[in-house]
């Protein structure tokens, strides 16, 4: 059963920063591609970044140069660090992985961001 654990949410000023960390257990399959996605309020689900199988990186337009994702020598832990952040990076962040890129995936269970002074 794979796993996905998110951690690093909580509340930081318009500005500041933030890294948020997702750690996959419950499987040997090593080849898989990660991301990053976010709900906020009254908002459908939208993708914020990935990282592929092969290390190829996508970044939503709205947080290109600000965020950046990463993956340790292992690759069952991705981070996203979370740079400069504004009031509309308010939401939660959902931790997922894709073994193949036409499929759902797994994901966890989310992490609050708020982003307020």
């Known amino acids: 059963q794979v796993r996905l654990v998110e951690s690093g949410g909580g509340l930081v000023q318009p500005g500041g920063s933030l890294r948020l960390s997702c750690a996959r257990s419950?499987?040997?399959?090593?080849?898989?591609?990660m991301s990053w996605y976010r709900q906020g309020p009254g908002k459908q689900r939208e993708l914020v970044a990935e990282?592929?199988?092969?290390?190829?990186?996508n970044y939503a337009a709205s947080v290109k140069g600000r965020f950046t994702i990463s993956r340790d020598i292992t690759g069952n832990t991705v981070d996203l660090q979370m740079n400069n952040v504004k009031p509309e990076d308010t939401a939660v962040y959902y931790c997922?992985?894709?073994?193949?890129?036409?499929?759902?995936?797994?994901w966890g269970q989310g992490t609050q961001v708020t982003v307020s002074s």
């Open positions: 997922n992985a894709r073994r193949y890129l036409n499929e759902a995936g797994f």
């Open positions: 419950g499987t040997t399959f090593t080849l898989w591609h």
């Open positions: 990282i592929l199988n092969g290390g190829a990186t």
